[in-house]
Every structure is written in C-alpha cells, then in structure tokens.
C-alpha cells in the first residue's frame, strides 16, 4: 500500500495468496482510499474456489483470471482495462 501510494499505478495485477493479507483485504484498503479507489485491479489467481471469487467480485475487480492464465487474453484484457481508463 505504501509503494501503491508514492507512485500511483495505471492498473494493479493482484493474487489472491499474499503474506501480510489476502488480496481481497488489499483491494478492500485500495478501494477505501479516495485517492486510490479508482484503480483497476485484475485478479491473477490460482483461487477458484466459489465463496472466495464470489468475495472478490463483490468489490468488482476489473478482471479476475485464473492461474495459468491464457497469455493473449490476459493481455487483451490489460489493454481494454488501460484504454477504457484513458477514454
């Protein structure tokens, strides 16, 4: 949150498994700062399990993938993600 924070992102890939907190309480923290809230975060994950991605997707994520993502589409949804912000 801290490096979040000196230099703002244009997009934020994010798992699910981290060591301090899960990435559902970092988009939790990301979207409760005003001056971070409009960040798109797309998932990149190996959870898949219903409750957790259900979880997730309540705080609508700008994209959630699973591990091991498609190359191609991974990226396709990057550039969507950074051009629709852009627009």
């Given at each position: 949150m801290t490096s979040i924070g000196k230099k703002r992102p244009d997009l934020i890939l994010l798992d699910y498994e981290m060591p301090v907190c899960d990435g559902k309480m970092t988009l939790e923290m990301i979207r409760a700062e005003e001056e971070l809230k409009n960040i798109p975060v797309i998932f990149?994950?190996?959870?898949?399990?219903?409750?957790?991605?259900?979880?997730?997707?309540?705080?609508?994520?700008?994209g959630y993938f699973l591990k091991p993502a498609a190359k191609d589409r991974l990226l396709a949804e990057i550039d969507r993600v950074l051009n629709s912000v852009s627009d």
């Open positions: 990149l994950t190996a959870i898949n399990d219903r409750a957790n991605v259900e979880a997730v997707l309540k705080l609508k994520p700008a």
